[in-house]
């Protein structure tokens, strides 16, 4: 009954609770489908042979009860000839097979229960391997789905550096740009500066020019002033 003791543990067994557990899910269920299907085709042979060990124990009960029938009914029939001596030896014979029975009975009683319970497990097995092979596909979907979830969000990270990349680069074009508006206002400012010292030059020498042509005209004026007095005088 070492079958019995092994497979106990199938009859307690949570697929889903082993499922839950694995580290990787699509490996554990191929692993436990090939495990399960292991296991039946054990619990199959062990099954039948302790069924058979009940049709066997089953028969040698039914062949004692027979027999002892039988010997009743030939006592009785031994009488009914007035034979007490063969009567005696039917009976005696009823009485060596009906020792037995107990024995017989609880020997049919004991393979039946293990018949049962190899029944119950085989039963458990078969629909514990229905359920992984109608989940296989589902879970396996799922475990696809999940991995190009993560693919997908690989790239996400990748798309948000590129991203990244593009503010810096437009960052970068933004400071070029400040610095050539700067440079190009800073040529203005030089260029209005040169401007301004050539006119402020331009008026001095201008004004410069006037004041001497005055002066000279000043003095023209006064000299022709006192030149006509002194004719007068």
Avoid at 2 to 22: E, H, Q, V, Y
Avoid at 57 to 85: H, P, S, T, V, Y
Avoid at 106 to 124: I, P, S, V
Avoid at 187 to 197: C, G, H, K, Y
């Amino acid at each position: 009954m070492g079958i019995l003791t092994r497979f106990r543990d199938i009859m307690s067994s949570n697929i889903n609770a082993l499922l839950d557990k694995a580290e990787d899910p699509e490996k554990m269920i191929d692993q436990c489908l090939r495990n399960l299907n292991s296991d039946l085709g054990k619990v199959k042979s062990e099954t039948a042979a302790i069924m058979a060990e009940e049709q066997r124990a089953k028969r040698a009960l039914d062949e004692c009860n027979g027999e002892i029938d039988e010997m009743q009914k030939f006592a009785i029939k031994a009488l009914e000839a007035n034979n007490e001596a063969d009567a005696r030896k039917f009976l005696e014979r009823k009485a060596s097979l009906a020792s037995k029975q107990p024995g017989l009975a609880e020997a049919y009683d004991l393979a039946k229960t293990n018949a049962a319970h190899m029944r119950q497990m085989h039963d458990k097995l078969v629909g514990d391997i229905g359920e992984l092979e109608s989940r296989k596909d589902m879970i396996k979907g799922k475990l696809a789905v999940a991995k190009t979830q993560e693919r997908i969000n690989k790239m996400g990270s990748t798309v948000a550096g590129a991203n990244n990349s593009i503010a810096s680069f437009e960052k970068y074009e933004d400071m070029a740009d400040r610095a050539l508006d700067k440079a190009n206002a800073m040529a203005e400012l030089n260029r209005s500066s040169s401007d301004q010292s050539i006119e402020d030059l331009t008026k001095k020498y201008t004004t410069d020019i006037s004041v001497d042509d005055e002066l000279a005209a000043l003095k023209a004026s006064v000299s022709s002033g006192k030149s006509a007095d002194d004719s007068q005088a």
